[in-house]
């Protein structure tokens, strides 16, 4: 079945140092690899995604993560961390060929970010 | 674009009572999602269309809950009679069919049922 994990329930960082939330994924075939924020009531924002490629990312509000084919991982990261940084995050992931017309993703539970001053 | 527009915010009802929840996607997207999100079960795909036509009702928790979508450009997900354990944000989402093609949410409704 496929699936995506999302190992840890909360991150704390310090502001001013790197920050890493982690997904890894398990999926038959090739995988889109998406990570969305969502801040205090607010909607899902989409962050970045891995179609094909470099296996480096680079996306919105200077997060960046990479493809780990080998340990089918996709680790959101960021080298220095702000205190507006702090929501919840989500990996999701996606299969490149569907049978039909299904366009699921398959979500992870999140991750809680908090970054302290 | 103004984003996938989502309405009420928030909405308080009483239990036994009709609630209706109302979507316009992105134009020229043609897939449509609604998602609901509590702290217990986190994020939960309900049901998806596309071009208009339900693919995947497989979420739907019961029969209480319906969604249609009558055109491109509105879809509603409605709950009938609502019960205390459907409160909950309902996220709606749309994108286009491409698998690899970002999908966009609406900033939710916010459902209280007392």
């Known amino acids: 079945a496929q699936s995506v994990a999302q190992p840890e329930d909360q991150v704390n960082v310090a502001e001013g140092n790197p920050l890493t939330v982690k997904c890894t994924y398990s999926?038959?075939?090739?995988?889109?690899l998406f990570w969305y924020v969502q801040y205090p009531n607010r909607g899902l924002q989409f962050l970045l995604k891995y179609i094909t490629g470099d296996n480096l990312v680079k996306g919105s509000y200077g997060f960046e993560a990479e493809f780990n084919k080998s340990q089918t991982s996709f680790h959101l990261k960021k080298p220095s961390a702000l205190v507006s940084d702090s929501a919840l995050y989500f990996c999701?992931?996606?299969?490149?060929?569907?049978?039909?017309?299904?366009?699921?993703?398959?979500w992870g539970l999140g991750t809680s970010l908090a970054v302290n001053p | 674009d103004a984003g996938v527009i989502q309405s009420p915010r928030h909405e308080v009802t009483e239990m036994g009572q009709e609630v209706t929840l109302r979507c316009k996607p992105i134009?020229?997207?043609?897939?449509l999602f609604w998602y609901r999100q509590t702290m217990m079960r986190g994020l939960e795909l309900l049901i998806y269309?596309?071009?208009?036509?339900?693919?995947?009702d497989s979420g739907m928790p019961e029969d209480r809950f319906s969604a249609k979508m009558p055109n491109a450009s509105f879809s509603t997900l409605k709950i009938q009679p609502s019960e205390p354990r459907d409160s909950a944000v309902y996220f709606c989402?749309?994108?286009?069919?491409?698998?690899?093609?970002?999908?966009?949410f609406g900033e939710g409704s916010w459902l209280t049922v007392v």
């Open positions: 134009s020229g997207h043609d897939y």
């Open positions: 269309f596309n071009n208009n036509v339900p693919i995947d």
């Open positions: 999926v038959s075939g090739n995988p889109y």
């Open positions: 999701a992931v996606s299969l490149e060929f569907n049978a039909g017309n299904n366009r699921k993703l398959i």
């Open positions: 989402a749309s994108g286009f069919q491409r698998p690899g093609n970002t999908i966009y």
